[in-house]
């Protein structure tokens, strides 16, 4: 059949004017069918002609979809492939830091002292990070309560008890320090507690601390026991000698 005929006018015609024009080159357009294309223009001027050619978007887009669609799937095979793998690496590990982690815990919880673990802020506060089951019952708190606070707002005891100093001097110097029976007291309980502080590698503060209200009470009781003896020996109104077993 004779090829139907376009007028020179028209915007489909757009690339052959140019081409007829002596110029080459590019363009998106709409040809004769309707369709969006990518037309490619050049002039022959050897033969007063012009050449264009042409390639539907859609055509061209599909090509990058089914280059692209076999990629895609690669890619997620490889990912899961990689998710897979990394998941029988990590899982033992995994599995070790949570053995870790309930060992730790049921020896912290089983624990016969108190333990107080500190983590120390830039602004010079030490914030209570952890606190166990002998602790809660020697405070008479639960851990809930004080964990996130600073450690003087948790026990505002402390600070007349010199356990602030205690914590600076062993952030510092890194070395474990004891402090000697001391009496406690705020407004929630009062007692003898001595303690242990260390540093441990991750820079936090561990406290071991008793409660021996019970051996000071026992101790006085003793010394006043032995004065009370004392006395009545020195004072008797007879003469008492004391003779050991061995007759000396």
């Not at 606070?149 to 914590?167: D, K, M, S, W």
């Amino acid at each position: 059949d004779a090829p139907s005929s376009l007028p020179m006018d028209a915007d489909v015609a757009q690339p052959m004017r140019a081409a007829l024009a002596g110029r080459s080159g590019t363009m998106i357009g709409r040809d004769y069918a309707g369709d969006t294309v990518l037309a490619a223009y050049e002039p022959v001027p050897s033969l007063n002609l012009g050449l264009v050619a042409k390639i539907d978007i859609a055509e061209i887009r599909h090509r990058f979809t089914d280059a692209v669609l076999p990629l895609v799937g690669i890619g997620v095979v490889a990912v899961v492939a990689a998710a897979t793998l990394f998941f029988r690496i990590t899982e033992p590990v995994l599995k070790r830091m949570r053995r870790s982690e309930e060992r730790f815990r049921a020896l912290f919880d089983h624990m016969k002292s108190g333990a107080a673990v500190f983590e120390a802020t830039s602004g010079g506060t030490f914030i209570l990070t952890d606190l166990n089951r002998k602790g809660e019952e020697i405070a008479a708190i639960s851990r809930q309560a004080v964990v996130g606070r600073p450690v003087a707002e948790a026990f505002p005891g402390v600070v007349e008890l010199g356990f602030l100093t205690l914590l600076e001097q062993v952030q510092v110097s890194g070395k474990a320090q004891d402090q000697p029976a001391r009496y406690y007291r705020d407004e929630r309980m009062q007692g003898w507690r001595e303690s242990h502080v260390y540093k441990l590698p991750t820079g936090e503060l561990v406290s071991l601390f008793n409660d021996v209200t019970e051996q000071k009470a026992a101790e006085r009781a003793l010394k006043e026991s032995e004065a009370r003896f004392r006395s009545t020996f020195d004072n008797a109104a007879v003469g008492i000698a004391h003779v050991g077993l061995d007759g000396s």
